[in-house]
């Protein structure tokens, strides 16, 4: 899974930046991703079944459900697509129930370079959506150094540019992957997902744990499939987003903890969003078909 945001996959990754210096080096993001080639994320369709870790206090909420569906596919030659589905079932402590139902896809060429995203929300089970953001951001040289962009279609047409340096989803799970297996333990990047209407900028902070023993896997809750991974180098991530702009408080808008491996699945999450916080678990895997880059 690849950097994962609440407000774009409206959850983690996803699944899973930089004004960005990741801890080994400064290089513009193009420059920075050949070498990532050695990188290879695995296509997969996983399934997340997230419920309420806790409340804060004065919190109104009494539970939370839910259902991430992850499904990934391609490659640094042929690009990458992200489709994701999120549906919560909120609960107040009234017992009024609210349901979510964010619907995102995503493509992304293997260099980085364009970045297309479509996302609806759905309140309620209505079979209109309440809200849809739909957009394209392309990497390109402008005078004497690359810039980013964005040119959006909803909510609202317009168009703006951002600096050449911010990464783009896959390019920030292949950076964080990259750190992990060079023993950096801290990564710092410019973020862009298409989040909040598509003009949303978040300042990431991702801390790597050490890499974690294989025989931890036993500890993991039996699935199908997942048997596969029992032999994956894997380690433990909590990436802290901060809205540009935003409070000084020092708090981030919100963590994602997960643990990825170094194929990109990830297990073992946790979203926390302050007031709340939901965990979530692998309850499903498929490993999808791949065509080797030449």
Request: proline content about 6%.
């Amino acid at each position: 899974m690849t950097s994962f945001t609440m407000p774009a996959v409206a959850a983690v990754s996803g699944w899973l930046g930089l004004s960005a210096c990741v801890a080994l080096s400064c290089a513009p993001a193009s420059a920075q991703e050949k070498p990532a080639e050695a990188i290879e994320l695995v296509p997969h369709r996983a399934v997340y079944e997230l419920v309420l870790d806790r409340t804060g206090a004065g919190s109104n909420i009494s539970d939370i459900r839910g259902q991430l569906i992850y499904d990934f596919t391609g490659s640094a030659c042929q690009g990458y697509t992200l489709n994701t589905r999120l549906v919560t079932e909120i609960y107040d402590r009234e017992g009024k129930q609210s349901t979510t139902d964010t619907r995102s896809e995503s493509v992304e060429d293997g260099e980085g370079r364009r970045f297309r995203f479509n996302t609806s929300q759905y309140m309620n089970k209505s079979p209109k959506p309440a809200d849809a953001t739909s957009g394209l951001a392309v990497r390109a040289p402008q005078g004497g150094r690359e810039t980013v962009t964005v040119t959006l279609y909803k909510p609202k047409k317009g168009s703006f540019t951002l600096p050449g340096n911010i990464y783009f989803p896959t390019q920030h799970s292949i950076a964080i992957l990259k750190a992990a297996k060079a023993g950096d333990t801290r990564l710092q990047a410019d973020f862009f997902d298409g989040s909040d209407k598509g003009t949303k900028i978040y300042e990431t902070t991702t801390v790597i744990g050490a890499p974690l023993q294989l025989a931890a896997n036993a500890q993991l809750p039996t699935i199908k499939n997942a048997e596969i991974l029992d032999s994956i180098q894997s380690w433990p991530v909590v990436v802290s987003y901060y809205e540009q702009n935003g409070k000084k408080d020092g708090l981030p808008t919100y963590e994602v903890s997960f643990r990825i491996y170094a194929n990109g699945v990830s297990r073992k999450l946790t979203l926390d969003y302050g007031a709340f916080a939901l965990s979530g678990e692998l309850s499903a895997i498929e490993f999808l078909p791949s065509k080797p880059c030449p």
